[in-house]
């Protein structure tokens, strides 16, 4: 019985362990990992606070959720030394690599995108970009004397020579973007030696399958893998505040609201009680002022604006022969032109805006001005004040210290008179006293005298 028994045990023991083999769960194969995300983002424009905090809060979300990679596609003519610094110290924080990309084919990164794009973990290229001419210049973009230019440019060298060098970067391209204002195509910033960016890709599908398997170092000397293939790309777009103060911040849209805001806001005053051009003045007024925040202003380009304006209502009250308003007209014409305190050319506001919108606010003020003016001056017609110099006539005779009864604007009014009335005369209003009128006989017209 032995020797049948063990078999048959043997059988047994052998179906369990294949059936216990079968209800244990499989190893999971690489495949079913999660796929990696990557955050993807566009900054298109002029780099102003409202672009950093945009970028900034990309890389915030993107470390808060893990992300595998952040794409920022960039395309910019520059934009604010202070920004920049910004949006570059959240790049070398950031726990999740950050990728610049300057794309599409045709698009440039200068000036502060330059910075921006070496102080990426990878930078990239579409052929047919250019970076570069990162040379820094004064704001309202007036050349700058010899020694503070050297030392602006200098300040910003160093900067782009210190992130080059840690990116293990072409450090003295990057200098000579500053110093020299040289710009890079796509193909010349790929094949120097050092490199001045990582890769030249043509598409966001091309850029992350070279990026899949790529060893990078990130800012604090580590080396990290990336994995990017099969990526879950996720695109941020700006949300509804960001995008409201990114249309207000540029310089010609804050300039149209200040002086649509100053306009509402004169024709309220010269027409008390018609509300809606306040309360439309009032709007625009607080919507410049807020972008006037964010954009860098010149205070002193503001103060020409608004003592323009005091010139151009001076000009109704005092007698100088057209000075005030041309001295009003060209006050608010210099002020606008620097009111907007940067080197970028699109940040700055040209001759096609500021004249039109300047010469149409004058032309305007002065219209209004003018008709309040005239108003003022214009002989009451109602009230007692109305009664003075009307014409009436006598319905009796009315003499010296004597009260009669007239005839004045279809009313009948009790009157007394310093000199006889006779009924029927015409008599003017001298003076009105409640409900009596004082009056005087008025001559009659001169009849033309006939030819011998």
Known sequence: MSALVRPVACGFILAGVVALGAGAPAPRAQGDAPAPQVYLAEVDGVIH????????????????????????????????????????????????????????SGSRAASAGFLITIAADVAVMAPGTHIGAAHPVAGGGQPMDETMANKAAQDVAAQARSLAERRGRNVS???????????????????????????VAGSLDELLAALDGRTILRFDGREETLHTAGAIVERIPMNWRLQLLSAIAHPQVAYLLFSLGTLGLTIELWNPGAILPGVVGGICLLLAFFAFQILPVNYAGLLLILFGLVLLVLEIKITSFGLLAAGGITSLIFGSLILIDSPVPELQLGFAVVLPVTLALSTIILFLVRLAVVAQTRRATTGDVGMLDEIGRALTAIGPGQSGRVLVHGEIWNAAANAPVAAGDEVRVTAVTGLKLTVRPEPPAAEGQGGA
């Open 49 to 104: 606070p409202v672009a950093a905090e945009y970028m900034t809060d990309v890389i915030e979300r993107a470390d808060e959720a893990g992300a595998a990679l952040i794409v920022f596609i960039l395309r910019t003519p520059g934009g604010l030394v202070d920004s920049t610094l910004e949006i570059n110290r959240a790049i070398i924080a950031s726990r999740t690599p950050v990728v610049v990309y300057v794309a599409p």
């Open 173 to 199: 391209l990057a200098a000579e973007a500053v110093t020299e204002s040289r710009s890079f195509t796509a193909k010349e910033a790929a094949e120097a030696e050092p490199p001045l960016i990582d890769l």
